[in-house]
């Protein structure tokens, strides 16, 4: 065991963050830590790697493990340069190289000396000693390893003598990523790590984790990537952790299912807990001594039911729904070799594009390579160099810009929803932002003030909006929770329009993709499938890619699903989905339930409790007729002109007797009508 965290609690100002979190890690696992943003994932890494101390609970970790932990903003400040910075976490190596060196200067002279003697000896013996640590550490790979590592995370060669000082804060991200899994850690601790990568350096770091030999911790929102990396999620909620085991698909099916059963099991309570009230009040209403009797017997039983807490339930989902006011044309865009360039610098040319509706088509490629030039192309906030672009019929588009420059900083959230749609009237504007998080006073902060979650929610309540019927994404998904992406990803996928996107979100592209054109050496490449179609093309050597050069479309894959559909995680090109992940009981389970009941038998089960509850119906009504007829007797005997009437008042006597006797008899006949409706 690498690491045993026990009873784990931590508050802040009084606010519990964690409250009796526990869980171990062995030393290969890869854990995942999930949970919405301030559930506390990082508050636990931070307990984790010491840098700050629980208020009660330990974390165990043995003396002679090596923790390494990448932080969202990594402080890292050096005069050298990209290559000298990552090799440098090493110097032991380097100084043992060093070393070596200088012993095969050492063995050279001693050749010369008279054979045999001490020193001689010696020297080689040293050499032998270190040589063999150098090797068995990696000494020999070291250079090797650090070009491998710049390059898997997207720096070229060309930038390795670049200055760390000089580097944008994405780049020291992947330069502190890269010194850390040349450091090679016991437990590697990994905060968002592919924040500031593209697809392909995210790809290679997956392969790079896959095949870590020690532990890794990671919390991230990209699920596509831990779905391919992790074998144990840790999903903290309300302050507990759970640990399921499994990728992060298993862990949401999982979830879900749990979830699910503790909601059935609190409503299930909560019905018996009413029920038997509800038997409490008509028993004591009935006020005869044994129903009074069997009402307090009740009320003790009632007393001693366990209650079931309701499952935490927090109010962290946008309510978003795409609806298009005006159908397009079938043809949604046309382009013909279009073409984009900065100076010398050329982004892509010759590129055709033929959209048609309710297609989602995902762009994707390396970062710089003109995808998010291409979409404000489409939107109209850019101007192509060469080609041309027409739209079809009735088609209304809309943009989303990643970097919300659509917003307007000196606006209030409440203006900037007013001032787009002044037809709106307050009570409306409110409700609106709401449905996104917005609430009380946060309607008046101001839009510069806002978070990157916050602007994207409030981009996503404008472009909901506009309901126009083409959609122009461009990074939807960032800055956004997972449960906001999964939001977003039903509202794309049951949306009827058309939607073209940029994305680095493999899980969203998986998910709603219907169509994916990548950028490769300046032209499109078109794949007709999702996310998991695509890389099964790419590794396919009979795939012909300049065949799939986007104006020379392959004929639609009939194994691909097609526009508007969605494949699930784990599915590839509408293949059936892969077998559960390791850990995955499913089958045990299936195989320990019960034989489902016929549908003859769940037919004769519902009509006896139908003739079951009819008749405890029937039953409720005759004593409501009964005791109303008691009552009129009562008031017919107070009456003056017959409490001096023996005759009558011994006639209606009779009937009270009548009365109480079939009431007496249809108390019995109730309670056991209502104790056979419980229990059925």
Same mark, same amino acid.
């Given at each position: 065991?690498?690491?045993?965290?026990?009873?784990?609690?931590?508050?802040?100002?009084?606010?519990?963050?964690?409250?009796?979190?526990?869980?171990?890690?062995?030393?290969?696992?890869?854990? %995942?830590?999930?949970?919405?943003?301030?559930?506390?994932?990082?508050?636990?890494?931070?307990?984790?790697?010491?840098?700050?101390?629980?208020?009660?609970?330990? *974390?165990?970790?043995?003396?002679?493990?090596?923790?390494?932990?990448?932080?969202?903003?990594?402080?890292?400040?050096?005069?050298?340069?990209?290559?000298?910075?990552?090799?440098?976490?090493?110097?032991?190596?380097?100084?043992?190289?060093?070393?070596?060196?200088?012993?095969?200067?050492?063995?050279?002279?001693?050749?010369?000396?008279?054979?045999?003697?001490?020193?001689?000896?010696?020297?080689?013996?040293?050499?032998?000693?270190?040589?063999?640590?150098?090797?068995?550490?990696?000494?020999?790979?070291?250079?090797?390893?650090?070009?491998?590592? /710049?390059?898997?995370?997207?720096?070229?060669?060309?930038?390795?003598?670049?200055?760390?000082?000089?580097?944008?804060?994405?780049?020291?991200?992947?330069?502190?990523?890269?010194?850390?899994?040349?450091?090679?850690?016991?437990?590697?601790?990994?905060?968002?790590?592919?924040?500031?990568?593209?697809?392909?350096?995210?790809?290679?770091?997956?392969?790079?984790?896959?095949?870590?030999?020690?532990?890794?911790?990671?919390?991230?929102?990209?699920?596509?990537?831990?779905?391919?990396?992790?074998?144990?999620?840790?999903?903290?909620?309300?302050?507990?952790?759970?640990?399921?085991?499994?990728?992060?698909?298993?862990?949401? #099916?999982?979830?879900? %299912? /749990?979830?699910?059963?503790?909601?059935?099991?609190?409503?299930?309570?909560?019905?018996?807990?009413?029920?038997?009230?509800?038997?409490?009040?008509?028993? @004591?209403?009935?006020?005869?001594? @044994?129903?009074?009797?069997?009402?307090?017997?009740?009320?003790?039983?009632?007393?001693?039911?366990?209650?079931?807490?309701?499952?935490?339930?927090?109010?962290?989902?946008?309510?978003?729904?795409?609806?298009?006011?005006? /159908?397009?044309?079938?043809?949604?865009?046309?382009?013909?070799?279009?073409?984009?360039?900065?100076?010398?610098?050329?982004?892509?040319?010759?590129?055709?594009?033929?959209?048609?509706?309710?297609?989602?088509?995902?762009?994707?490629?390396?970062?710089?390579?003109?995808?998010?030039?291409?979409?404000?192309?489409?939107?109209?906030?850019?101007?192509?160099?060469?080609?041309?672009?027409?739209?079809?019929?009735?088609?209304?588009?809309?943009?989303?810009?990643?970097?919300?420059?659509?917003? +307007?900083?000196?606006?209030? *959230?409440?203006?900037?929803?007013?001032?787009?749609?002044?037809?709106? +009237?307050?009570?409306?504007?409110?409700?609106?932002?709401?449905?996104?998080?917005?609430?009380?006073?946060?309607?008046?902060?101001?839009?510069?003030?806002?978070?990157?979650?916050?602007?994207?929610?409030?981009?996503?309540?404008?472009?909901?909006?506009?309901?126009?019927?083409?959609?122009?994404?461009?990074?939807?998904?960032?800055?956004?929770?997972?449960?906001?992406?999964?939001?977003?990803?039903?509202? *794309?996928?049951?949306?009827?329009?058309?939607?073209?996107?940029?994305?680095?979100?493999?899980?969203?592209?998986?998910?709603?993709?219907?169509?994916?054109?990548?950028?490769?050496?300046?032209?499109?490449?078109?794949?007709?499938?999702?996310?998991?179609?695509?890389?099964?093309?790419?590794?396919?050597?009979?795939?012909?890619?300049?065949?799939?050069?986007?104006?020379?479309?392959?004929?639609?894959?009939? %194994?691909?699903?097609?526009?508007?559909?969605?494949?699930?995680?784990?599915?590839?090109?509408?293949?059936?989905?892969?077998?559960?992940?390791?850990?995955?009981?499913?089958?045990?389970?299936?195989?320990?339930?019960?034989?489902?009941?016929?549908?003859?038998?769940?037919?004769?089960?519902?009509?006896?409790?139908?003739?079951?509850?009819?008749?405890?119906?029937?039953?409720?009504?005759?004593?409501?007729?009964?005791?109303?007829?008691?009552?009129?007797?009562?008031?017919?005997?107070?009456?003056?002109?017959?409490?001096?009437?023996?005759?009558?008042?011994?006639? /209606?006597?009779?009937?009270?007797?009548?009365?109480?006797?079939?009431?007496?008899?249809?108390?019995?006949?109730?309670? #056991?009508?209502?104790?056979?409706?419980?229990?059925?």
């Amino acid at each position: 065991m690498i690491l045993a965290v026990n009873e784990l609690y931590k508050s802040y100002d009084g606010k519990d963050i964690l409250r009796g979190v526990s869980f171990h890690m062995e030393a290969h696992d890869k854990l %995942a830590i999930t949970g919405i943003n301030g559930a506390g994932k990082t508050t636990l890494l931070r307990q984790i790697i010491g840098e700050e101390h629980p208020d009660s609970g330990t *974390v165990v970790i043995p003396k002679e493990a090596r923790i390494g932990y990448l932080s969202q903003i990594p402080d890292i400040e050096s005069d050298r340069t990209i290559y000298d910075e990552v090799i440098s976490v090493r110097s032991d190596l380097l100084e043992a190289e060093k070393t070596l060196r200088d012993l095969e200067l050492k063995m050279q002279h001693a050749a010369s000396e008279e054979a045999g003697s001490a020193s001689a000896g010696d020297v080689f013996d040293r050499y032998a000693t270190l040589s063999h640590r150098f090797e068995s550490e990696g000494g020999y790979a070291l250079r090797s390893n650090v070009v491998g590592i /710049l390059k898997g995370l997207g720096f070229r060669e060309d930038e390795f003598d670049k200055k760390v000082s000089v580097l944008s804060g994405g780049q020291k991200t992947r330069l502190s990523l890269g010194r850390l899994l040349l450091d090679s850690p016991d437990i590697l601790i990994l905060d968002e790590p592919t924040n500031h990568l593209d697809i392909d350096s995210v790809a290679w770091l997956e392969g790079y984790l896959r095949s870590w030999k020690g532990a890794v911790i990671i919390v991230s929102h990209d699920r596509y990537f831990l779905d391919r990396i992790v074998n144990k999620v840790l999903d903290i909620e309300n302050g507990h952790a759970r640990l399921y085991t499994g990728n992060y698909t298993a862990f949401a #099916e999982k979830k879900a %299912a /749990l979830r699910k059963d503790q909601m059935r099991a609190w409503l299930n309570n909560q019905a018996e807990i009413r029920h038997q009230q509800e038997v409490i009040d008509k028993l @004591k209403r009935f006020n005869r001594e @044994k129903s009074i009797k069997r009402a307090e017997s009740r009320e003790k039983m009632l007393a001693r039911v366990e209650r079931v807490d309701k499952p935490f339930d927090v109010d962290d989902a946008m309510r978003l729904h795409f609806t298009p006011s005006k /159908l397009s044309g079938k043809d949604v865009l046309f382009a013909d070799g279009l073409g984009k360039s900065y100076g010398d610098l050329e982004l892509f040319a010759g590129v055709d594009l033929d959209v048609k509706r309710g297609e989602k088509l995902a762009i994707i490629g390396p970062n710089g390579t003109g995808k998010t030039t291409l979409l404000k192309i489409i939107s109209g906030n850019e101007v192509q160099d060469e080609g041309e672009l027409e739209f079809g019929s009735r088609v209304e588009p809309a943009y989303y810009d990643q970097e919300h420059q659509v917003l +307007n900083p000196d606006n209030t *959230v409440f203006d900037e929803i007013s001032d787009a749609y002044p037809y709106m +009237n307050n009570t409306e504007i409110r409700n609106l932002l709401a449905s996104f998080l917005f609430t009380g006073d946060d309607v008046f902060k101001m839009v510069r003030d806002l978070s990157g979650g916050e602007k994207g929610r409030l981009s996503l309540a404008k472009l909901m909006l506009s309901k126009a019927n083409l959609l122009l994404l461009d990074e939807p998904t960032n800055h956004l929770d997972i449960t906001s992406k999964e939001i977003l990803e039903e509202a *794309v996928r049951n949306y009827e329009g058309t939607v073209i996107y940029v994305s680095h979100d493999r899980y969203f592209i998986n998910r709603t993709a219907s169509r994916i054109l990548e950028l490769d050496h300046r032209h499109f490449v078109n794949y007709q499938g999702n996310y998991d179609y695509y890389l099964e093309k790419k590794a396919d050597p009979t795939f012909d890619a300049s065949k799939a050069i986007s104006g020379k479309l392959q004929e639609r894959d009939t %194994a691909a699903f097609g526009a508007g559909n969605a494949a699930v995680p784990g599915q590839s090109g509408g293949k059936p989905a892969a077998a559960p992940a390791a850990g995955d009981n499913g089958s045990t389970e299936a195989a320990d339930k019960k034989p489902a009941l016929s549908f003859q038998e769940q037919k004769e089960r519902k009509q006896q409790l139908q003739k079951l509850r009819t008749a405890l119906a029937a039953c409720e009504k005759e004593i409501n007729e009964k005791e109303a007829a008691s009552e009129a007797i009562d008031e017919e005997m107070a009456k003056p002109e017959v409490a001096v009437n023996s005759a009558k008042l011994n006639e /209606l006597a009779k009937k009270k007797d009548g009365l109480t006797e079939a009431l007496e008899e249809l108390y019995l006949r109730w309670e #056991e009508l209502s104790e056979s409706v419980e229990n059925f």
